[in-house]
């Protein structure tokens, strides 16, 4: 199992990518702390690894507040007695982000507060644990569009991707000497309900993004998870302050 004896703190894990990591890593043997806003989501994201044979538990939190951040690390030290990944995966996309000449203010200060503050308050509270033991795994969800622009902008979103991408050199420079690597996964367009409720709503975004890309699909949540279990196991032991992109080779792709 590549993640036996392994505990990982995963947010956003009710659904999506999130529910996925939670059951594959939970697969390869790692006790696995389900973070998640919605406690029915949460739970059941646990009822299932632990249909399948897995060890899991809840822990309700808001990531942007920091007393649920460190409620989070400390349920993880208090359940399985230490934190060897923390998967930075809790992430929002509301409809009302576009352009910042049209994106309010509210708007704006809701995505960053969940996908750049979220990320900081785990790794304040995570990383100090790591580094008592002398290990541990960052894994932060950035996303392809902190690479490049986009003509159906999403400003707020972009942003707090790109500062995710910045914050992860920042760590792996600061903590890696010290055995805590810290690294970021870039995915391309993934069915998850997060985008393809989106997409749903706008054909023409969904058959721009597609022609786009030269797999010609999105891609699956399993796909982006298996680079973070990379990231997570300890064959990833030299990877440190990397930007791992997953995205079907999009980013690649002018015409």
Not at 63 to 88: F, P, Q
Not at 122 to 139: D, E, T
Request: aromatic residues 8%; negative net charge; glycine residues 10%.
């Amino acid at each position: 199992m590549r993640l036996k004896d392994k505990v990982a703190i995963i947010t956003g894990a009710g659904g999506g990518m999130g529910r996925v990591a939670s059951q594959l890593f939970a697969k390869e043997g790692a006790e696995v702390v389900v973070a998640e806003f919605s406690e029915a989501a949460g739970r059941e994201t646990v009822r299932l690894v632990e249909e399948a044979g897995g060890t899991a538990t809840f822990v309700r939190v808001d990531v942007s507040k920091e007393a649920d951040a460190k409620a989070m690390i400390d349920h993880a030290v208090a359940t399985y007695g230490r934190v060897d990944v923390l998967y930075n995966n809790a992430g929002i996309m509301p409809e009302a982000d576009h352009s910042v000449i049209d994106t309010d203010v509210a708007a704006w200060d809701q995505v960053m507060a969940v996908n750049v503050r979220g990320v900081f308050l785990g790794c304040k509270y995570a990383i100090p644990v790591m580094l008592a033991q002398g290990s541990g795994s960052i894994i932060n969800i950035s996303s392809f569009v902190a690479l490049m622009g986009c003509s159906n902008p999403q400003d707020a979103y972009t942003a707090s991707k790109g500062a995710v991408l910045a914050l992860t050199k920042s760590l792996a420079v600061q903590f890696g000497p010290r055995g805590v690597r810290s690294n970021a996964i870039c995915p391309g367009p993934v069915e998850t309900p997060l985008l393809m409720d989106w997409l749903v709503k706008d054909e023409e975004a969904k058959r721009i993004r597609l022609a786009r890309n030269p797999t010609g699909r999105f891609g699956k949540p399993e796909e982006i998870v298996y680079m973070a279990m990379y990231l997570a196991s300890d064959e990833s032991r030299w990877t440190n302050g990397a930007s791992l992109v997953v995205d079907g080779g999009i980013t690649v792709n002018y015409f």
